[in-house]
């Protein structure tokens, strides 16, 4: 069963704009990661925010994490067409041993 | 080579047929995990492997699921008896900790097609 739920389901946006992306989940975390997954392709990890983390910043990513929403959310600043991609949130729940649990996806396009 | 490896990339089976999916995790990775991907939608857990020990099965759909790491480094997932639900995309993930919600990193999948 999947525990986040992205929103927006899909997202088109210039080239050069900023994307924002949300997450929510339903049980109490330790850990919430954002993945990217070009088509036909793995998942690749682009950033882990800890429970007692409220924002995190990697290059063009920004990651706010509100727990007492159990809410997310993923900007990527100054897209770029490469940045096209679907995203996932996952989340470690304490109670889940060392799985993680992915969410269904933001399919983001940028156009050029 | 640097990343996870999987074979074939692609598998067409016959329902009822057996099939053998494999993995080659990131050398000295303890943790190894498989997910399953329906078409547009998120990974589902299906099992994880902590070296050569299977440390949770409860994502393995049904007994016709099975998946073994023998020495603690490659990985078979075998399905047995194909159904058409079961087509979908395998992938495998390898992680360099043992506690759990570390990063992972994943192999490109192996699709498989039952018809």
């Known amino acids: 069963s999947q525990q986040g739920e992205e929103d927006p389901q899909a997202l088109s946006i210039q080239e050069g704009e900023n994307a924002t992306m949300n997450c929510s989940y339903k049980?109490?975390?330790?850990?919430l990661q954002w993945y990217r997954q070009n088509s036909g392709r793995g998942l690749v990890h682009l950033i882990l925010?800890?429970?007692?983390?409220r924002e995190k910043h990697s290059g063009r990513l920004r990651v706010t994490l509100d727990t007492s929403k159990k809410s997310s959310s993923l900007l990527i600043t100054a897209s770029r067409a490469a940045d096209t991609a679907s995203y996932f949130c996952?989340?470690?729940?304490?109670?889940?041993?060392?799985?993680?649990?992915f969410g269904e996806g933001t399919q983001l396009t940028v156009n050029p | 080579g640097a990343g996870v490896s999987q074979s074939p990339r692609y598998k067409v089976a016959k329902r009822g047929q057996d099939v053998a999916l494999r993995c080659d995790p990131i050398?000295?990775?303890?943790?190894l995990f498989w997910y399953q991907q329906a078409l547009g939608q998120g990974p589902e857990f299906l099992t994880y492997?902590?070296?050569?020990?299977?440390?949770?099965k409860s994502g393995l759909p049904s007994d016709r699921f099975f998946a073994e790491r023998p020495e603690g480094s490659v990985s078979t997932l075998k399905i047995q008896r194909t159904q058409q639900e079961d087509s979908a995309v395998y992938l495998c993930?390898?992680?360099?900790?043992?506690?759990?919600?570390?990063?992972?990193?994943f192999g490109n999948g192996t699709r498989l097609t039952v018809t």
């Open positions: 993930a390898s992680s360099s900790h043992r506690q759990g919600g570390s990063p992972l990193h």
């Open positions: 049980t109490s975390i330790n850990n």
């Open positions: 492997f902590q070296n050569e020990a299977q440390l949770d």
């Open positions: 050398s000295g990775h303890v943790s």
């Open positions: 996952a989340t470690h729940p304490w109670t889940s041993g060392s799985r993680l649990t």
């Open positions: 925010i800890r429970s007692n983390e």
